[in-house]
Nanobody
C-alpha cells in the first residue's frame, strides 16, 4: 500500500522558515512527478509547487515564487518544500502528492489535483504575525 507522510509543519513567526518533508513508502517515487498543495480554512486546495519526474523542472505558484523551493532526494525517497520568508497568508494545511500513472515526459510538470494519484494526510503550517 502506497503512503505519503508529510512532516515538518508547525507554528512560526512572520519571516521565519520551515522545511516540509514528504516520505513515500510502498512505492518508489524516485521516478514520479511530485507536488505540494495547500488548503487554508474556507478555501480550495491550491498548488504550491511541483517537480518533474526527472527533477529538472519545477513550478511555483506566483504567491510563493522566490520564497519556496521544492526538491527531491531520490536516494531517500523524500521530497522537500523549503519555505522561507513566511507570511500569515501561507497559513494552511500542506499536502504532498505523487503521480503514479504513465504519461508525459520526464520533465512534465503537473499542477492540477486531478493529475496526482496519491496524497498525504497533510501537515499544518501556521504563521503568526
Amino acid at each position: 500500500q502506497v503512503q505519503l507522510v508529510e512532516s515538518g509543519g508547525g507554528l512560526v513567526q512572520v519571516g521565519g522558515s520551515l522545511r516540509l518533508s514528504c516520505a513515500a513508502s510502498g512505492r518508489t517515487f524516485t521516478r514520479s512527478a511530485m507536488g505540494w498543495f495547500r488548503q487554508a480554512p474556507g478555501q480550495e486546495r491550491e498548488i504550491v509547487a511541483a517537480i518533474s519526474r526527472s527533477g529538472t523542472s519545477t513550478y511555483y505558484a506566483d504567491s510563493v515564487k522566490g520564497r519556496f523551493t521544492i526538491s527531491g532526494d531520490k536516494a531517500k525517497n523524500l521530497v522537500y518544500l523549503q519555505m522561507n520568508s513566511l507570511k500569515p497568508e501561507d497559513t494552511a494545511v500542506y499536502y504532498c502528492a505523487g503521480r503514479a500513472r504513465i504519461g508525459g515526459t520526464s520533465s512534465t510538470i503537473y499542477s492540477m489535483q486531478s493529475e496526482y494519484d496519491y496524497w498525504g494526510q497533510g501537515t499544518q503550517v501556521t504563521v503568526s504575525s
